[in-house]
């Protein structure tokens, strides 16, 4: 007697990552030596691919005098890194003050976890025109 053995990964890459299912055929007792415990139901896939966006790292670029993207949305907990690629000195700070780095030069890095849902502006203080938003959202 034949049983199917399925088993659900991820494909994570660039553009995202999807579910991958997998089907291969094995006789009965192959599968109890490479699997002498009952299979057990998990998430459905679509439930593993949000945790996973959830914990994916959330990166925003400076460069050129712009924050980019300009607009992040993350789900609360995210943690957010800012990265200085650019050529001069810039800075990470809160509008409503709640949070500002050092001046960042060329390669430093800044991050900030959001843990509550909601809109938070920031702006270069050193450069005011430079803008941008990180928009916090439940799955």
Known sequence: MHQIFLRRTLACGLAGCAAVTL????????????????LVKTAAPEATLMKVAATAPAVVKIGNFTFGPEVLTVAPGTTVTWVNDDDIPHTVAASDQSYRSKVLD??????????KPG????FCSIHPHMTGKVVVKAP
């Open 23 to 38: 089907g291969a055929a094995a006789p009965a007792s192959s599968m109890h030596a490479m699997h002498p415990h009952p």
């Open 106 to 115: 060329t390669g430093d890095r800044f991050s900030m976890t959001f843990a």
């Open 119 to 122: 809109t938070y502006e920031y």
